[in-house]
C-alpha cells in the first residue's frame, strides 16, 4: 500500500537528478540567506509592531494550510506567503527568509511533512524570496527607504511578483517531474490555473498589506478577512473540481477522472518500460452489468440506484488501493490498475470482479441477480492513449457479451468497427452510390474488353425501355425470348439437344468425356467460327474452361463439364479472380470489370445450380464481389459484415435485387431461362421494403417471380420471426420462392420447415464436403434430404467439389447441387458462353456411390 502522499518517500539512489536538484536548490538557499541572516543583528526596525504582528500571523495561518484533495501535481495553498512577501517588499530579504523558514516548519509538521522535504520547501520559498529581491533592487528603492512609492516602485514590486512565482512554482513543478517521471510542461500546465488563482492573489494582496502597515500596524489584521476570502475561494474551487471529476450517485471517480487517471498512469509505466523495469503493463477493465435494465424495467429506477451502489461497493472491496474504480454512467464501470507483467495479471483481477458480481445482492429481502461482462485492454499492446484503450476495452467487453462469457481480451479480429472496416464501408458507399454508366465496356475474366455485341444483349433483342435487359412488354414469342419453345429449335436454351447445331465447343478428340469409361462418348460439337483471330484470344481469355481446356499443361486441365479434378480451387475464400497488381490495371479502371478507381466495382458472379438426376442447369445462385483498387478482392463474408451494421445495407440490397432482375431480363432476351437466387441480410426481411423493391423490379423488366428466389438464413428467422415471416409470406404471395440456407446449423430448423412457405432446403456445405468421409457428415445430409422430401421441399446441396460426393449425393436422392465440381462463379458474359458449351452428365450406378454409415455407439 502506498502512503497517502507519496512525495514524503525518500527516493531511491538511482534518481540522482531528483536528488541532485534537491541537494542544489537547498545549497543555493543557504549560499543566498547567510548574508541577510547575519545582517538581521542590530536592526532597529525589526522591532516594531506591524513587523511582529505579520510575523506572528505569518507562522499563525501556515499551521492551517490549505491541502487540495488529491491533488499532486501543485502545492499545498500557505498563507504565509502574503506576509512574507510583505515583509521582503518592506523590511529586506533577510527578515523575509527568517520568517518564511520558521512558518515552513511549522506547516511541515502540521502536515506530517519528511525533514528532507521541510528542509527542500525552505529552501525554495528562499530561491523564489532572492530572485524576487534581486528584480527589487532594480526600482529606486522607495519602498524600503519609507519614502512614498512612484510608479517605477509598483513596476519593481510587479516584477518582483511575477519573478517570485515563476521561480517558485517552476522549482516545484520540475521536483515533481524528476520524482514521478512523465512530460514536465503537460503536468506544469494542469496545476497551472489554480496556483495563479490561490498564490497570485496571496502575493498581489503584499503591496497592499505593506502600505497598510507603513501607516499603523492595527490595519494588518484586517486582512485576514481578504485571507478567508482567497482561502475559502481555494476550498470551493477545489471542491467544484471534484465534484466534477466523482458520480453523485455512487461517489466514485467518473469519466473525467478516468481519463486523467490513465493519462498520468501511461506515462508512468511508459517510464518503467523505458527503464526496463518490470511492472510496465497498465490495464484499463471495462466492467458492463448484464440485467440491470431488467431490474430497472420491474422495480423502477429507485431500486436500480440502490443496486448500482452496492455493487459499487463491492467493486471497491475488490481493487487494489492503488488501483482506480470509476463509473461511467448508467451500468458501465471501469478499472484502472497497473503494475502488471502481462496479461495473466489483469484477467486474476478480472476473476475476482466478476466473482463479486456473482453473488446475488440483496435489496429489502430480494436477491437481485445481474452479473456482468468485462472487457480488457492492456498498454502498451492495445493502445498508448485514454481514447484507444477504452474503445478496445469496450470491442472486448461486447464481445464477451456475444460469446456469453465474463471476461474478454481485446482481439484485433473481434474489432468490427475499426478505422480500417469504417473506411471499407466509406468506401462501399460511394461504390453504391455511384451507378455504373450505360455502356461501360465489359471486361472478361482476364481484364480484356470483350466487343460490344457480345457484352450486351444478342443482336434481335430488343433494347428495353426501362433500363438494359427490362422489357415488360416485348414478346414472349420473339425470337431468341421464349423460354417455352422447342427445345430443339434454334436460340441459346442450354436444355437444348447437345448435339445441336448451335452448340459451342471447340472439337476434343476425346470428347467431353475422355477417360471416363463408364459413360458413352458423344460426338464433339464445332465451335463457332471467328474471322477475327483477335475475337477467338479474347474469347479464350474471358472463358476459364476453354483456357483450362485449350492449355493441358495447366493443373487441372480436362474437357468440358464436370469432371474429376476440375480446376483447382481457391484457397480461403471463393473469390471470382485473382489478386491483380496495379502494374496489371494501367488504365486505372480499378478492376477487372472496369470501375470508379478510387472504390473499385460492385459486380455479381453466378454460380449454376444443376439437377444431378438429370444434369441440366436449373438455377444459378447470386454472389457478390467488390473488386477494391487497393486491397484486391474483397471477403464477401467481411463485405456483409462491414454493412450488416448500417444503412449501406440497404444500398446494397437495392444494388443486387436491380442488377440480378436486370441480368434475368437480359437472359429471357438471350433464350436463357434459369432461376435466379440471391441471398438477403435479416435487415432486409424486418420491413416490407424488400418486396416492394423487388415487385417494381420485376414488373418494370418484365420477369417472372418464380424466376427469382430468395436465400435466407436460420440466423436471420431466430432475430425476429415474427416481422421475418410477414416479410417472407408476402413474398410468397408474390410468386417468388424462398430458399432455407445454411440448413442444419440453426437451432430451430424443424419448426422453420413446419412453419415457413419454403420451396427450397440448402444443405450447408460444412456437411457436404466431408459426406465421403465422415460418416456423421454423410447420415446428416441423408436425413436432411429425405425430411426435406418428405414435406415437398426441393433440396439443393452447396460445396459439391469432387465426383464421389456428386455420386453419393445422387444416391441419397438430392435433387440439385452446386460447387466447383460443376463450375466456379463467373460473371454473366462468362456464364452465358460456359452455358453454350456445357453439356448435362447423370451419374450412373457406381461401387463408389455406396454412402457412409456410421456405427453404432
Known sequence: MEPADPR??????????????????????????????????????????????????????????????????????????????????????????????????????????????????????TCALAAAYLVLRLGPGGLFDGHRPGWTDVLAAAGATVTWFAVNYGLVSTALRLRFGGRWWPAAR???????????????????????????????????????????????????????????????????????????????????????????????????????????????????????????????????????????????????????????????????????????????????????????????????????????????????????????????????????????????????????????????GDGAVLPPRLATDPPGAESPAGGPGCDADRDPGGPGCDADRD???????????????????????????????????????????????????????????????????????????????????????EAGLPARSAADDPAGTGGPAGGTGETGEITMYYQPQVAIATGEVVGVEALLRWWHPRRGMVDPEELIRVAEQSAVMRLLTHRVVDDVVEQLAKWSAAGITLRASLNVSVRDLHTDEIVDRIADRLAHCGVRPERLQLEITEGALMADPRRVLATITRLHQLGVAISLDDFGTGYSSLQHLRRLPLAEVKVDRSFVLGMADDADDAAIVRSTIELAGALGLRVVAEGVEDERTWRLLHAAGCDAAQGWFYARPMPAEELAAWLARYRPLSPVPSPDAEIPRRHAR
Open 487 to 573: 427445345p430443339g429449335g434454334p436460340g441459346c436454351d442450354a436444355d437444348r439437344d447437345p448435339g445441336g447445331p448451335e452448340s459451342d465447343a471447340d472439337p476434343d478428340p476425346g470428347g467431353p468425356v475422355a477417360g471416363r469409361w463408364w459413360l458413352p462418348r458423344r460426338r464433339p460439337r464445332p465451335a463457332p467460327a471467328q474471322p477475327d483471330e483477335l475475337l477467338n484470344r479474347i474469347l479464350t481469355g474471358a472463358d476459364p474452361v476453354r483456357r483450362y481446356r485449350d492449355h493441358p499443361a495447366l493443373p487441372g486441365s480436362s474437357p468440358v463439364g464436370p469432371v474429376r479434378g476440375g480446376p483447382p480451387r481457391p484457397t480461403g475464400r
Open 8 to 125: 514524503n518517500r525518500l527516493p531511491s539512489g538511482r534518481e540522482t537528478p531528483f536528488l541532485g536538484l534537491v541537494a542544489g536548490v537547498i545549497g543555493l538557499a543557504v549560499v543566498v540567506s547567510v548574508l541577510p541572516l547575519v545582517g538581521l543583528v542590530g536592526r532597529p526596525d525589526l522591532l516594531s509592531a506591524a513587523f511582529w504582528t505579520m510575523a506572528v500571523l505569518a507562522v499563525g495561518c501556515d499551521a492551517r494550510p490549505f491541502v487540495p484533495s488529491g491533488r499532486r501535481q501543485t502545492s499545498a495553498v500557505f498563507p504565509s506567503t502574503c506576509f512574507t512577501f510583505a515583509i521582503l517588499l518592506g523590511w529586506g530579504l533577510g527578515p523575509a527568509v527568517l520568517v518564511q523558514t520558521v512558518a515552513v516548519v511549522v506547516s511541515g509538521v502540521r502536515l506530517g511533512h519528511a525533514p528532507w522535504r521541510t528542509a527542500f520547501n525552505a529552501a525554495q520559498y
Open 190 to 444: 494542469q496545476g497551472l490555473p489554480f496556483e495563479l488563482l490561490s498564490t497570485g492573489s496571496l502575493l498581489l494582496l503584499a503591496p497592499v498589506l505593506v502600505t497598510a502597515a507603513r501607516a499603523t500596524a492595527a490595519l494588518i489584521p484586517l486582512v485576514l478577512v481578504p485571507l478567508f476570502a482567497v482561502y475559502r475561494m481555494a476550498y470551493l474551487s477545489d471542491e467544484q473540481e471534484q465534484l466534477a471529476a466523482l458520480d453523485p450517485l455512487t461517489g466514485l471517480p467518473n469519466r473525467k477522472a478516468l481519463l486523467a487517471e490513465v493519462a498520468e498512469q501511461v506515462h508512468r509505466h511508459a517510464e518503467r518500460v523505458a527503464r526496463g523495469e518490470p511492472g510496465g503493463r497498465l490495464a484499463l477493465l471495462l466492467i458492463d452489468l448484464d440485467r440491470f435494465k431488467n431490474v430497472n424495467d420491474a422495480l423502477g429506477h429507485a431500486v436500480g440506484d440502490r443496486l448500482l451502489v452496492e455493487v459499487s461497493a463491492r467493486l471497491a472491496g475488490v481493487v487494489r488501493d492503488r488501483d482506480l474504480l470509476a463509473r461511467l454512467g448508467g451500468d458501465e464501470f471501469a478499472i484502472v490498475a497497473g503494475g502488471f507483467d502481462g496479461v495473466d495479471g489483469a484477467r486474476e483481477l478480472a476473476g475476482r470482479v466478476a466473482a463479486a458480481l456473482t453473488e446475488p445482492v440483496s435489496l429489502d429481502g430480494l436477491p437481485l441477480d445481474v452479473g456482468g461482462s468485462i472487457g480488457i485492454a492492456l498498454y502498451p499492446e492495445h493502445g498508448e492513449d485514454y481514447a484507444t484503450l477504452m474503445r478496445h476495452a469496450d470491442v472486448a467487453m461486447y464481445d464477451a457479451k456475444h460469446r456469453h462469457d465474463t471476461v474478454a481480451v481485446y482481439a484485433a479480429e473481434s474489432d468490427h468497427h475499426s478505422a480500417e472496416r469504417l473506411g471499407l464501408l466509406a468506401d462501399l458507399r460511394r461504390v453504391l452510390e455511384a451507378r455504373p454508366a450505360a455502356g461501360r465496356p465489359v471486361r472478361g
